[in-house]
């Protein structure tokens, strides 16, 4: 079984409240410190499919909606700060590309591709394709994820 599938199954677990003896914890946290998986959001969505599943880190406050992919390096995370605290919510059907970062309160529409290596600080709508740093946001893409979100539930 891949550490990848072992995290998620133990996360859900944690997720559900079925961990009176708190093994799954235990498991969760032992990801975390031997993979860099940090998934410590409660607020994920069904179908999550992490590709490369190494240095992964998920504020405890970000949402991730249904069918979202996440390769290796990849960051949600909280800002803090006057401007843009808070911590992303992504929408369905995104697909984030490694290393990319996304910080702070913002919004990630559907069926969204944010390319590798890309930095998001600000709100991208649905149907689009993001890329660079400063990230420049490609839309009216109604095909911007097909080919890449795998294991759509």
């Not at 490694?98 to 600000?122: E, F, K, R």
Request: proline share 4%; aromatic share 8%.
């Amino acid at each position: 079984m891949s550490h990848a599938l072992r995290c998620m199954y133990a996360y859900r677990k944690v997720q559900q409240g079925r961990d009176p003896l708190g093994w799954f914890h235990f498991v969760k946290g032992r990801m975390a410190e031997k993979f860099g998986l940090e998934l410590n959001s409660s607020q994920i969505g069904r179908g999550l499919y992490l590709g490369h599943p190494y240095n992964i880190s998920v504020s405890e406050s970000a949402v991730i909606g249904e069918n979202c992919n996440l390769n290796k390096g990849v960051s949600i995370g909280a800002a803090d700060g006057k401007a843009g605290s808070g911590a992303p919510v992504l929408g369905n059907r995104v697909w984030v590309g490694a290393n990319a970062v996304l910080s702070g309160q913002i919004t990630i529409g559907d069926n969204v591709l944010i390319a590798p290596n890309t930095y998001i600080n600000m709100d991208v709508p649905s149907n689009s394709i993001v890329i660079g740093n400063p990230a420049k946001i490609i839309t009216d893409r109604l095909d911007a994820t097909e080919g890449y979100i795998n294991h759509v539930r």
